[in-house]
């Protein structure tokens, strides 16, 4: 796995997850997610075999997801109020800082940006935050608040607005 010197992987509060070893700020890109470009019966099939890995892709487009088995993306944990989020520029997913993030403290995104309203997919949330919405599911179901704030960061991708 090769990533930025400013990020590892560690223990946080879900496992593993991406932690900053130096303070970055709003706007910062952190990394590429990177990965292999699968469609949605590939992610599919995960569920059956390997749950973990399904739950670590990535919406890529309308059709495809971003598979980051054995890239730093694959521990990128969510959270309802996340410090960083995903742009898609290109072909490139990029992480991020949507705050200023301290060194030491997890690099989270919130799923909800990438899970289209065609997306049937959900998942309990232990995020531990105040404002934890308690399931993460598609963007459409999003507070409207916080859809709004999402929208003026850019980090929910054009492909995933489209669906709702
Ligand atoms: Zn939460």
Redesign the pocket.
């Known amino acids: 796995m090769r990533y930025s010197s400013s990020l590892k992987v560690n223990s946080v509060r879900n496992g593993l997850g991406i932690v900053a070893l130096k303070a970055f700020a709003p706007g910062v890109t952190l990394c590429q997610i990177k990965g292999r470009v699968v469609t949605g019966e590939t992610v599919w099939r995960y569920w059956d075999t390997d749950p973990r890995r399904g739950e670590n892709c990535f919406r890529y487009d309308a059709d495809h997801y971003l598979d980051p088995e054995g890239e730093i993306g694959a521990y990128a944990n969510?959270?309802?109020?996340p410090n960083a989020g995903i742009v898609k520029t290109g072909i490139r997913l990029l992480l991020q800082a949507i705050r200023p993030i301290a060194a030491g403290a997890e690099i989270t995104h919130d799923y909800t940006t990438l899970l289209g309203a065609d997306d049937v997919w959900t998942m309990k949330?232990?995020?531990?935050?105040v404002?934890?919405?308690?399931v993460?599911r598609s963007f459409s179901k999003l507070p409207a608040a916080t859809l709004r704030r999402y929208r003026k960061l850019g980090i929910i991708p054009y492909f995933i607005l489209k669906t709702g």
């Open positions: 969510h959270s309802c109020n949330c232990n995020c531990g935050e404002i934890c919405r308690k993460v």
